[in-house]
């Protein structure tokens, strides 16, 4: 699996320029997760990592002449509904055929761990929900640690959210 590797970013103050009402303006350390490959990032220390998730309502219209993949959300159907991909959804597809679409109803993180070093057992985080972004600057961040379970032998932390709305901005501290 190829996985879209995200910088870390100097910590700086982010609740100036979080995203208002359903636009999807995100200041520059944030970046949207890749839901088909995921992301990763190397560990330098202390990173803040925080998550959070798009209102539903800023997915956009679909659109017959694009072609989309996992993780995509749209609004369409009547009445209009927000639908997330569930395979790759050739052109002109639309929701609600079901071979390609399901109902979009909140967006997950799996954060997945290093093998334990003594019984090679590991300990992934699935399914985590992420809370939607409201007025209140709601998200979730994790600090992480070089020596968490989550960091891998190479220094990488690995994680992959369910949709396109989950951003993420990566902070060393």
Known sequence: MAMTQITNSPANNLLANYPSGTGTLLNVPFVQCDPTNGNYFVTTGRDLVTFICLPAASAPAYNPLLAYTTGQVVTGGSPATQYVAVASVP???????????????????????????????????????????????????????????????????QFQASSNLVYVCVRSL
């Open 91 to 157: 052109v002109g597809t639309p929701p609600p055929n079901l071979t390609y679409w399901a109902l979009y109803a909140s967006s997950t993180l799996t954060l997945t761990s290093a093998p334990d070093q003594c019984t090679g057992r590991t300990f992934p985080i699935t399914g985590y929900a992420v809370p939607v972004f409201d007025t209140a600057q709601t998200s979730v961040e994790f600090l992480v640690l070089p020596s968490s379970y989550f960091t891998q032998a190479n220094g990488q932390f």
